[in-house]
């Protein structure tokens, strides 16, 4: 592909019409509208479609725009690197997906690691679905992501697990909801009002069998992915909820609620997912290894 037919396509665009980039540009329209043409050609999709007397993109050409903006952005970041002090140490930018299912808390705590490095780091965080997430890890705008789960078999992404921990679940109360939950654990749940996580959460298919083994009951009042937002309900007195144990602490601490049991037949497992079968990102060593040696001791 000729980057400079590319390039005459992205500022066409990003102008708005032939007139306005050929004077961007300094080149007539007819020289332009030839350029464009030729990478027409190359790939064999029409970029633009007339209307009236303006141009609009067709649905190739959308497509074609959004990798056109990431080459030149990724151009504008080569020459900012390049004139960058002498000596002057580079950030290092570090994009991470955390699935909406994992603990906020808990997120931090695996990725404080990453910026504490002796080389400065640029994070870029951003939260989603797990299969939006891998998405992303497949088209490399992610260098990892923080799961509760591994990476499903059926997902045809080539990318890799990176187990780095496991804890098992504890489950707290609000003090003005403490006299319905009164008595041993788990009986004291039977009747009780819970909030618990979604469907689509690993520990929630462990819980429902944990239920029914132990012969408990309860009303269920909220189905919450978000765990910060299910903590925020369950300080409220709305109902019992879980997080791990790993979190026992600061879960009490920070929402005011006590712990009235744990069990260790409920296990949250977390997991690194990236495209490196062997990790080689800084960051990603840097998280892995803290994560096993200290926040799971694995």
Same mark, same amino acid.
């Not at 990318?159 to 804890?167: I, V």
């Not at 819970?194 to 469907?199: I, K, T």
């Not at 309860?218 to 189905?223: A, C, S």
């Given at each position: 592909m000729?980057?400079?037919?590319?390039?005459?396509?992205?500022?066409?665009?990003?102008?708005?019409?032939?007139?306005r980039? /050929?004077?961007? #540009?300094?080149?007539?329209?007819q020289?332009?509208? %030839?350029?464009? !043409?030729? @990478?027409?050609? *190359?790939? &064999?999709?029409?970029?633009?479609?007339?209307?009236?007397?303006?141009?609009?993109?067709?649905?190739?050409?959308?497509?074609?725009?959004?990798?056109?903006?990431?080459?030149?952005?990724? /151009?504008?970041? #080569?020459?900012?690197?390049?004139?960058?002090?002498? %000596?002057a140490? !580079?950030? @290092?930018?570090? *994009?991470? &997906?955390?699935?909406?299912?994992?603990?906020?808390?808990?997120?931090?705590?695996?990725?404080?690691?990453?910026?504490?490095?002796?080389?400065?780091?640029?994070?870029?965080?951003?939260? /989603?679905?797990?299969?939006?997430?891998?998405?992303?890890?497949?088209?490399h705008?992610?260098?990892?992501?923080?799961?509760?789960?591994?990476?499903?078999?059926?997902v045809?992404?080539k990318?890799?697990?990176?187990?780095?921990?496991?804890?098992v679940?504890?489950?707290?109360?609000?003090?003005?909801?403490?006299?319905?939950?009164?008595?041993?654990?788990?009986?004291?749940?039977?009747?009780?009002?819970?909030?618990?996580?979604?469907?689509?959460?690993?520990?929630?298919?462990?819980?429902?069998?944990?239920?029914?083994?132990?012969?408990?009951?309860?009303?269920?009042?909220?189905?919450?992915?978000?765990?910060?937002?299910?903590?925020?309900?369950?300080?409220?007195?709305?109902?019992?909820?879980?997080?791990?144990?790993?979190?026992?602490?600061?879960?009490?601490?920070?929402?005011?609620?006590?712990?009235?049991?744990?069990?260790?037949?409920?296990?949250?497992?977390?997991?690194?997912?990236?495209?490196?079968?062997?990790?080689?990102?800084?960051?990603?060593?840097?998280?892995?290894?803290?994560?096993?040696?200290?926040?799971f001791?694995?």
């Open positions: 000729n980057f400079k037919h590319l390039y005459y396509f992205w500022v066409t665009a990003r102008a708005g019409g032939i007139m980039a /050929g004077e961007q #540009l300094h080149i007539t329209p020289t332009l509208s %030839g350029q464009i !043409k030729l @990478l027409e050609d *190359r790939l &064999g999709r029409k970029l633009f479609r007339k209307s009236g007397r303006q141009l609009e993109l067709t649905e190739h050409g959308r497509l074609a725009l959004g990798y056109a903006d990431q080459i030149f952005s990724l /151009g504008q970041d #080569l020459e900012t690197a390049l004139r960058q002090t002498r %000596g140490q !580079k950030r @290092l930018d570090f *994009r991470v &997906g955390v699935a909406d299912s994992v603990s906020k808390s808990l997120a931090y705590r695996l990725l404080e690691p990453a910026l504490s490095m002796a080389q400065p780091v640029k994070l870029l965080a951003s939260e /989603g679905t797990f299969d939006d997430l891998l998405a992303a890890l497949a088209l705008r992610l260098d990892l992501v923080i799961a509760d789960e591994p990476m499903p078999r059926r045809s992404v990318a890799f697990n990176h187990a780095l921990g496991r804890s679940m504890s489950f707290f109360c609000a003090p003005g909801l403490k006299p319905r939950v009164n008595g041993p654990f788990p009986a004291c749940l039977d009747g009780a009002p819970m909030l618990v996580p979604g469907a689509s959460s690993s520990v929630r298919r462990q819980l429902e069998g944990w239920f029914a083994r132990h012969q408990v009951a309860p009303v269920v009042v909220g189905e919450i992915d978000d765990a910060a937002l299910m903590k925020a309900f369950g300080r409220e007195g709305q109902g019992v909820f879980m997080a791990p144990r790993v979190l026992e602490e600061e879960t009490c601490a920070q929402f005011g609620v006590s712990v009235i049991g744990r069990t260790d037949e409920l296990v949250e497992e977390f997991y690194a997912v990236s495209v490196e079968r062997r990790i080689s990102h800084p960051c990603v060593q840097a998280i892995t290894d803290a994560a096993r040696g200290q926040l001791n694995l």
